[in-house]
């Protein structure tokens, strides 16, 4: 496993650059804590402004199974995340400082 401390705007960077649909993502920010699948990653502009929105399977939960995450919008309540590669790849644990 690969541990990495990474900067807010690096956090978001190595989210946007790294994660691919169907890989496994285990996220906290705020006092949130989602793990699960990345169903989808959306880079729209939203009111002309340029948007990254990942939609998530939550993994063993009975509530809501599928949630959407708007990465610009938690990014300063971004604690950390672990990335495991669908591909088999590196896992990557980043902590945000």
């Known amino acids: 496993m690969k541990e990495l401390t990474?900067?807010?705007d690096e956090a978001v960077n190595y989210l946007k650059e790294n994660?691919?649909?169907h890989d496994n993502l285990e996220i906290s920010y705020n006092r949130?804590?989602?793990e699960g699948e990345v169903l989808n990653m959306d880079f729209s502009l939203y009111f002309g402004e340029p948007g990254f929105k990942m939609l998530m399977?939550?993994?063993e939960t009975h509530?809501?199974?599928t949630i959407e995450i708007d990465i610009?919008?938690?990014?300063e309540d971004l604690i950390?995340?672990?990335h495991k590669p669908q591909d088999g790849g590196e896992v990557v644990e980043?902590?945000?400082v």
């Open 6 to 8: 990474l900067t807010v």
């Open 19 to 21: 994660v691919k649909i």
């Open 32 to 34: 949130i804590f989602a």
């Open 57 to 59: 399977s939550l993994d």
């Open 63 to 65: 509530l809501d199974p």
């Open 72 to 75: 610009y919008e938690i990014q």
């Open 80 to 82: 950390e995340f672990t």
């Open 94 to 96: 980043v902590t945000v």
